[in-house]
């Protein structure tokens, strides 16, 4: 049978979408649903602590988000733009991968000015080529180094909070919309399973002799899209860079040979490591671009647990949590959410599936 989008709709009241993290990271409310028993258990995040043990892994995704949106003004008429960085497509050139709106008002040829706080114009772009509806490439002119580019990326960018949570970011989103590990930048979006742990969580798990293997997966606006073929086998996601290490191939392993638990920190980390399964079903050292789709019927290879927030209806992501905890038993644990009023998507509540 092949799956449908449409039995992936669930109500989701407005007011359910978190605005806000928890005041402390590590104290958000944790799901427990057992894929064996069927069993759902309500609990604080930091109880994560009692379901792991010496010898168990998990799995991170240490991708670091940068200031992506950023506000300039189009020549001549001064129109106020916001443009959405996606990818660098060439760092001599400084060509970009962007998204613009109004896109109605922004063609090839154009030129946007970008000022900085003070009001002094400190950038500017061009538009060279449309990508898609509402997509384009752009050229930034700069002459200093590349670290000077960065840095004045990121005195002009914006934390890029999903539009959903609507509200603008505040100045403490620049660490709260991060997870403590993260590295690697290259992210539009933050990974919000991470975004649960605490440095005192992480040190206790330490303690307790889990393991700790780090895997990037630079997500893009492509996570988020909205899936638009009822037939799921139709559906093609946008590609992702990712790369696992040796030695988070070597970490995760060793836990797998030993028939430890092995936990996949988030959706990302996931799709990381489902796009990286050697002939003996191990995790293998990889590095490339993957647009891995994954929806029911699925068999996973590496994690037996996982760690998601609680997430949109006919998303890739819910899509992916189907497949894994079993297209009931999650339906029903995101019925309990709702009626339990849990705090979704990326600030709100956390689920452990077993």
């Known amino acids: 049978m092949r799956a449908k989008l449409s039995k992936f709709n669930f109500e989701l009241p407005k007011k359910l979408i978190a605005k806000y993290p928890t005041d402390n990271r590590d104290e958000s409310r944790l799901m427990v649903i057992n894929r064996a028993t069927g069993k759902i258990e309500h609990r604080i995040f930091k109880d994560l602590l009692e379901y792991y043990e ?7 995704n240490n991708t670091k988000v940068f200031p992506a949106r950023m506000y300039g003004r189009k020549e ?12 660098e497509l060439n ?11 109004p896109a109605r008002k922004i063609r090839v040829g154009n030129k946007l000015y970008f000022k900085d706080k003070d009001g002094n114009e400190v950038l500017v772009a061009e538009v060279v080529d449309n990508t898609t509806s509402r997509g ?28 959903y949570i609507a509200r603008q970011p505040e100045e403490s989103d ?37 393991n700790h293997a780090e895997v990037t997966l630079h997500i893009g ?7 638009d ?29 030993a028939h430890k638990k092995v936990c996949a920190v988030g959706t990302t980390s996931m799709r990381t490591i489902e796009s990286a399964v050697s002939a003996e079903g191990l995790l293998k050292p990889m590095e490339g671009w993957t647009n891995k789709f994954i929806y029911p019927p699925y068999e996973f290879s590496i994690a037996d647990s996982m760690i998601t927030n ?21 339906m029903e644990a995101y019925e309990k959410a709702v009626e339990d009023k849990y705090r979704f998507f990326s600030y709100g509540d956390a689920m452990l599936i077993l």
């Open 229 to 257: 073929v009822e037939d799921l086998s139709k559906h093609k996601m946008e590609a992702e860079y990712f790369k696992i290490t040796e030695e988070a191939a070597k970490i995760v392993n060793l836990s797998q040979r």
């Open 136 to 163: 384009r490439t752009i050229r930034f002119f700069y002459d200093g180094t590349d670290d000077e580019f960065q840095a004045i990326l990121n005195d002009l960018g914006q934390t890029p909070l999903p539009k």
């Open 91 to 101: 760092k001599d050139q400084k060509l970009w991968d962007v998204l613009v709106d």
């Open 76 to 87: 001549k008429t001064g129109a106020k733009i916001e443009v959405f960085l996606l990818r």
């Open 310 to 330: 609680f997430h949109l209806p006919k998303t890739s992501l819910l899509i992916m949590i189907c497949a894994f905890a079993g297209y009931e038993l999650a």
């Open 174 to 210: 620049k660490e709260r919309y991060q997870t403590i590990y993260a590295k690697e930048i290259g992210a539009v979006a933050a990974p919000t399973a991470g975004l649960h742990f605490s440095r005192e969580l992480l040190k206790k798990l330490e303690l307790k002799g889990v």
């Open 221 to 227: 606006l492509g996570t988020f899209r909205s899936i």
């Open 54 to 60: 010496d010898g168990d892994v998990m799995i991170f």
